[in-house]
């Protein structure tokens, strides 16, 4: 009997069937599949593959011919929604630069109006056509995920991070009105990015982290937000939050996903069993060991996370713009190793 294909390993393991081995994969997470060794590799670089579909596939595809990495993943940023809803963004001219919201323009609840054409605003009908590319590259074989934002996180590019943490504190009339807004988007965005073909939605919700909110707050003003994202999307759905997530995990667990990825300051063992069915996946450390160390640090994480419980290995926040291609190739290679299930 041959090798099941990566696609179906992740399908597998997510719905918690039984599998030949552990995939290495970056199915969710900030940071991308896209380095800056694969743009020179392909001659294709940032910031022209975050507004062309076809160099978006293009990359996204090299990421996994070039290290192996077994999955496919678009965007490479962050900021599709609030571009889509009239902030400005700020791209970068460098191939290391991750785009980031330059100018947010939302300051009370009545500014915040549904567009009837949301799916055409800014880049969106770029990440939908690129993940339809990508369908009909490659999407019998590795599996297709795409990222929509986590509806707190998306409210608070809406009206900037700061303004926004303090109205957690004194408005939280206001928090609500912009979460529940984003709420509407992400279900939209995340509904269509299936219909284009993608496989997998990643929320991503990194603004939720304990890091910037308490627990408290997580549960009151995050979570419900995350649960009815997930009611409302049929596939397969993973959760992100990075940061000291530990604290919220159970919560995270109950939100209604198949996964939940998580940084390396998680535990894997001390949350296994505290996540029922959920499937976890993590957490090669990415701005320190994936970025800065050698092979053989990455293969000791890697052994690590698989012994502690991780059910798909993959880096706790995607790959920074400048992960040597040498460590994402010996995570992959030390997964194989030590990740077969007898
Ligand atoms: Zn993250």
Redesign the pocket.
Known sequence: MGEISPKERAFKVLKGEKVDRIPVTSLA??GGTVNVEMQEATGIYWPDAHKDPEKMAKLAIASYELSGLECVRVPFDFVEEPEALGCKIKFGEKVDSVPAVAEHVFNTPEELKMPDNLLELGRIPVVLKSIEILKEKVGDFLPISSLALGPFTLAAMLAGEAKFLIWVLKKPDYVRAFVDFATSIVIEYAKAQYKAGSHIVQI?D?TASPDLISPDQFRNFAMPALIEVANNLDGLKLL?I?GKAEAIVPDMADCGYHGISVEESVNIAKIKPLVGNVKILGNINSKRTLLFGKPEDVEAEVKVAINAGADMVEPG??FAPRTPTRNIKAMVEATKKFGVKT
């Open positions: 997470g900030c991503g990194p992100h990075c926040c995607g």
